[in-house]
């Protein structure tokens, strides 16, 4: 499985952005995918996923951020609105083939990771 994200940028805080990722290879209709991020010095963090139909969140983008997905494209999107400085960060798609959802958001669960797209949020 390859993944290609693409969407990120210089943005500034209160604006809106999409990330997308794309799956290719042999993918599963049963898999996970999820966005997690990575800030200078930090460490890995959870930011949303969708198992099959529904969406998973971190408490700090909780009705900001929007999963969906297109199992047609075999691409997931992260709609991004009203960003924050704290948003800033490389952000990175996973991959999942069977992550039972207590594991949902430990980036260790998922098999499969994209390059990573920079997003920067200036104040």
């Known amino acids: 499985v390859q993944l290609q994200a693409s969407g990120g940028g210089l943005v500034q805080a209160g604006d809106s952005l999409r990330l997308s990722c794309a799956a290719s290879g042999r993918t599963d209709n049963r898999y996970t995918m999820g966005w997690f991020r990575q800030a200078p010095g930090k460490e890995r963090e959870f930011v949303s996923a969708?198992?099959?139909?529904?969406?998973y969140y971190a408490d700090s983008v909780k009705g900001r951020f929007t999963i969906s997905r297109d199992n047609v494209k075999n691409t997931v999107y992260l709609e991004m609105n009203s960003v924050k400085p704290e948003d800033t960060a490389v952000y990175y798609c996973?991959?999942?083939?069977?992550?039972?959802?207590?594991?949902?958001?430990?980036?260790?669960?998922?098999?499969?990771w994209g390059q990573g797209t920079q997003v920067t949020v200036s104040s």
């Open positions: 996973a991959y999942g083939a069977r992550i039972i959802l207590s594991s949902i958001r430990k980036p260790t669960a998922y098999d499969y």
């Open positions: 969708i198992r099959w139909t529904t969406p």
